[in-house]
């Protein structure tokens, strides 16, 4: 299994990649390929806080809420914490209803 610890790895390389003599074209084909990337990201990230809120394994540290563990355990402000606990508890709706879908799967990655 590729995980977390290998992609973050991969991702590394990518930033320090010598992007030095690329054309313009390039450099674009290169930006569409992150914001793909950062949207697919976000749908993993919120799938993941879904499970994790709909088990309420943020109360087995003993923080109040998703929120609250949030806050305390990641870089998260307090304004971010509640708004993606409230998009993850959304996108669980959504995916019950057969709505969800990847914006990873809608269009290709591409990186120049």
Do not use: I, K
């Amino acid at each position: 299994m590729f995980g977390l610890t290998g992609l973050l790895e991969h991702v590394a390389t990518l930033v320090a990649e010598d992007r030095n003599g690329w054309s313009g074209a390039a450099r674009a084909a290169h930006l569409q390929g992150w914001a793909a990337l950062r949207e697919a990201v976000e749908v993993g990230y919120l799938d993941a806080m879904a499970d994790w809120d709909r088990d309420h394994s943020w109360a087995d540290d003993g923080a109040a809420s998703a929120p609250a563990w949030l806050v305390a355990n990641t870089r998260c402000g307090t304004v971010d914490a509640a708004g993606s606990v409230a998009s993850a508890r959304l996108a669980r709706t959504h995916a019950r209803s057969g709505r969800h879908s990847s914006p990873a799967t809608s269009r290709p990655a591409t990186f120049g």
